[in-house]
């Protein structure tokens, strides 16, 4: 990201404007941090992150202003010696001319805000981490349900863009067909998003290309949401051993971010749409405290211990323990892979 970029994206909420250094608006933002420059304006220049964007508030501006103009000329001139990538005042300051002259003569941009220092270093943080965010491409469907955003991921042809479709009949969103763009951003939140320029259309295996907003209105598609589940499809394996209480969670894991995660075999007469609708209702139910699985298992382990059935009870209390074991064998498997 450029200079010139931030104030085009974020020009507007950061409230900036710029005093100066036109020519260097091209200068790239390569770090999501910024940085007060106190020391290095008092000759502290030991460890000076000079790639960040400097951040002037009512210290330095108070400080530059109280020194002789022959002394303000020397610091600023050392200070911007360095190849920043721009210098933003807050607060709504007045520029220190010296600061507008050296700024045009080497270059570097120098912007204001009427923000105070505090919360633009917040709102600056924010966007930038969203934009500096780890981001990958993969192959699936990202769908809208519930509020929930659904990522379906499974082989070709294993039926990702027929589920879909079903799911738009239902009412639910379309995000991206085909290929999603995951990005992580600030917050522990990973976002999903379509990469096609045009966004509306969807191919299906047998209709070909499908015009969503045409036959399912404007309300049917969007451009981006955050993951909260996925989900892969996979065809029917019997000798696969398949989740049936829901006690066993497993998670996805994107750049650390740890995400709800569904395998859901695929064979004749499953309804794979009522499942991922199932599934998204269940997650909401747990994000308000209501764990299925959870609680009946409690439920019987309290009834087994009413009927001071010992035997039963401690069998019950091992699987439940080898369950947690084999669970966190298989994160480690998982992890070992991924390292590997």
Known sequence: MTVRQLIKYAGYELQLEVSAGHNGLDRALKTAESNRPGLALCGHYDHFGHERVQILGHGEISYIESLP???????????????????????????PAELVTIGNHVNIPILTTRLSSAIFTTRLLLFLEDEFGPSEYVHGNLVDVFGVGVLILGESGIGKSECALELLQRGHRLIADDTVLLKRVSGHRVFGMRTQPVKHYMEVRGLGIVDVIGLFGVTAVGDRTQVELVVTLEHWNENKVYNRTGLDEEVYNFHNERIPYLVIPVAPGRNISNLIEAAAMNLWGQKLGFHAAKELNEALIAEMAEQNDEAVLDEWQHATLHREILERTKSLERTKSKVI
Do not use: G
């Open 69 to 95: 103009l022959i002394e303000q000329a020397a610091i600023l001139q050392e200070f911007l010696s360095y190849d920043l990538p721009c210098v933003i005042v807050t607060n709504n300051l007045t520029t």
